[in-house]
C-alpha cells in the first residue's frame, strides 16, 4: 500500500514528464516550421535574385 504522500510524489513527477514531454513535442513543431519557412524564403530569395539578373 501507498502513502498519501507517495500518490502527491507520483502525480507531481508524472505531470512534469508530460510537461516535458508536451515542450518537447511543441519545440520539434516549431523546428519543422521554421525549416519550411527558411527553405521557402530562400526559394524566394534566388527567384528574386534570378530576376535581378535578366532585368
Known amino acids: 500500500m501507498t502513502s498519501h504522500v507517495d500518490e502527491a510524489v507520483a502525480a507531481r513527477i ?3 514528464k508530460a510537461k516535458r514531454r ?3 513535442q511543441r519545440r520539434a513543431e516549431l ?3 521554421r525549416q519550411h519557412g ?3 524564403r530562400h526559394t524566394a530569395k534566388l527567384a528574386r ?3 535581378e539578373e535578366d532585368q
Open 14 to 16: 508524472a505531470a512534469a
Open 22 to 24: 508536451q515542450r518537447r
Open 31 to 33: 523546428d519543422e516550421y
Open 38 to 40: 527558411l527553405t521557402a
Open 49 to 51: 535574385r534570378a530576376g
